[in-house]
């Protein structure tokens, strides 16, 4: 249970990522002054089984479930009403943070002058910096210099470069106008003086909104590397792709909004509104794009199929093609009606989301749009010579898009196995899952097993499942950035977040993957393990 009076609120917000929220209560449990902390879980509706696979590993968080997704500003000032802490810290449910990152921003709170907001380094997990985690506030000219490529061209400019700060040292302590919302750490006598954060922001804006009030009451918001944070981003987020990409532009606007006194005077609001959607079409467009791809390939087989199913049917039967004469408009038709079927249901049931696709999904969803087209043309006597043909073409429809769905990410796999090798493989692990892995990979042809890390600080042997062991969790840094390693597995349920982010943040190592072993599978026996061991992937 959390103490009575407790020192620090942490105050996380959940949306269907209990996966990612339980690794980063993992990671705080290793966090010094745990003890002295209490865990506020904000589920906003998640309507997943979030909170029986949290409560039931972890019953000293206090769930607040939610019946309604009301955004992460509204949901964050919920937390911080019912918090008993000197202290609050807004953390991201897909973050892993260090051992010592309570103690180090308490520390900064504790010199006597006003300090408002303290964000950390966030980084990615090849050490890189997370650029977000230090900003200026948003303005036209600001923007300008993004959208254009000046930012990137000129990172070191303090001009160019101001949108991320890119100009200021990583590892240096700054004053900022803004830092991430993924962890931000400030007094509750603070936050509840400026009215908590402004829900009118749904999910992208409120921090920067209230980085903004607390400079405006005179604080200060500081950048402090000597905390370091892990951040997934945007794993909730992925849950509501459209609602959060408009989440996002309405969040820019209201920005700009409120604060184009301050931060935009000589910019008529118009043009920083036709800026900001400009920048919503592009984006817009491009997400389209992407998106579907799979719509055109899907529309292509469709097509081709069914006209092949025309095409032989009368053939073998000696008829004259339905695609000649007056029956070709009818025949477009079809293919219009075919295809608007499927693409319609795969639309409506998620095939073409990555959340939600499943070859079982796409099965069934295949099997709808068939049934709808098929009653359609039952009730058109004109095309009743050709309801065979449709029959069979639909089910043959089914399987393809599906088939290919399932079959080309395998090719892909494997010829990317053919181009890109393993590589140097490192395991950190010592029981029966990580002997499972390294069965794995030794049918990996491309991979070379250079050792096992051992996850415990304790005499190791000298070799385990014939690799040698090259050390205790502690010599990680030592091994990253002397073994070349190119994939690293993490096999173990011992707390290994802390040494891996310590590392990161002082080793850069080039193209190295990170991957991790799901937790339930950590204490079954080897008879019970699937045979191919499933990975995560640890990653931004």
């Not at 943070?97 to 002058?113: A, D, L, N, Y």
């Not at 991979?447 to 304790?458: C, D, Q, S, T």
């Amino acid at each position: 249970m959390a103490p009575r009076d407790a020192l620090i609120s942490v105050i996380i917000v959940n949306f269907r990522v209990p996966d990612y929220l339980k690794r980063t209560l993992l990671s705080l449990r290793e966090a010094e002054l745990y003890d002295k902390s209490e865990i506020i879980v904000v589920d906003n509706a998640s309507q997943d089984d979030s909170k029986k696979k949290i409560i039931s590993e972890f019953p000293e968080v206090r769930w607040v479930g939610l019946k309604n997704n009301i955004g992460f500003g509204k949901a964050s000032n919920v937390g911080a009403k019912s918090s008993r802490g000197e202290y609050l810290l807004f953390l991201n449910p897909d973050t892993l943070v260090s051992k010592k990152h309570i103690v180090g921003v308490r520390g900064v709170f504790q010199v006597p002058c006003r300090r408002g907001i303290m964000g950390p380094k966030i980084i990615n997990a090849d050490g890189s910096l997370q650029a977000g985690c230090r900003r200026s506030f948003p303005s036209p000219l600001v923007a300008l210099y993004r959208f254009t490529g000046l930012s990137r061209l000129f990172p070191k400019s303090s001009r160019f470069g101001k949108y991320n700060l890119t100009y200021l040292d990583p590892d240096a302590t700054a004053e900022v106008d803004a830092v991430s919302g993924s962890f931000m750490f400030m007094t509750s006598a603070l936050f509840r003086e400026l009215g908590g954060f402004d829900e009118k922001y749904f999910m992208y804006g409120e921090d920067l909104d209230l980085c903004c009030r607390v400079k405006e009451k005179g604080y200060t918001v500081w950048y402090n590397p000597a905390t370091q944070i892990i951040h997934f981003k945007g794993r909730s987020a992925a849950k509501l792709t459209w609602k959060s990409r408009k989440a996002f532009y309405e969040a820019m606007i209201i920005f700009s909004r409120t604060y184009k006194h301050t931060h935009a005077a000589y910019f008529p609001g118009w043009l920083i509104f036709v800026g900001i959607m400009l920048q919503a079409g592009i984006n817009f467009v491009a997400s389209l794009f992407q998106t579907f791809t799979a719509c055109f390939i899907d529309l292509l087989l469709i097509n081709l199929i069914l006209w092949g199913g025309i095409a032989v049917r009368f053939s073998i039967m000696s008829m004259e093609s339905p695609y000649a004469g007056g029956s070709a408009a009818t025949m477009v038709f079809m293919h219009a009606l075919l295809s608007f079927s499927f693409l319609g249901i795969f639309l409506y049931r998620g095939v073409y989301s990555k959340e939600r696709y499943s070859a079982v999904n796409a099965l069934v969803s295949g099997l709808m749009a068939s049934v709808i087209f098929m009653a359609a043309v039952f009730f058109m006597n004109s095309m009743a010579f050709s309801r065979v043909a449709f029959g069979v073409s639909t089910i043959v429809i089914i399987l393809t898009l599906v088939a290919w769905r399932e079959t080309l990410p395998r090719v892909l796999s494997r010829f990317r196995r053919l181009i890109f090798s393993t590589g140097n493989v490192v395991i950190l692990g010592s029981d029966d899952v990580a002997v499972a892995l390294i069965r794995n990979f030794e049918k990996d042809s491309s991979a070379n097993i250079r050792g096992v890390l051992w996850p415990v600080k304790e005499r190791h042997p000298g070799e385990f499942e014939g690799y040698p062991v090259l050390g205790h969790i502690e010599n990680i840094k030592d091994v990253l950035s002397r073994d070349r390693v190119d994939l690293l597995l993490i096999a173990t349920a011992q707390p290994w977040y802390s040494h891996l982010i310590e590392a990161l943040a002082t080793v850069k190592v080039q193209h190295l993957t990170i991957r991790w072993v799901p937790t339930e599978l950590f204490g079954r026996t080897q008879e019970k393990l699937p045979d191919v061991i499933p990975l995560r992937d640890f990653s931004v």
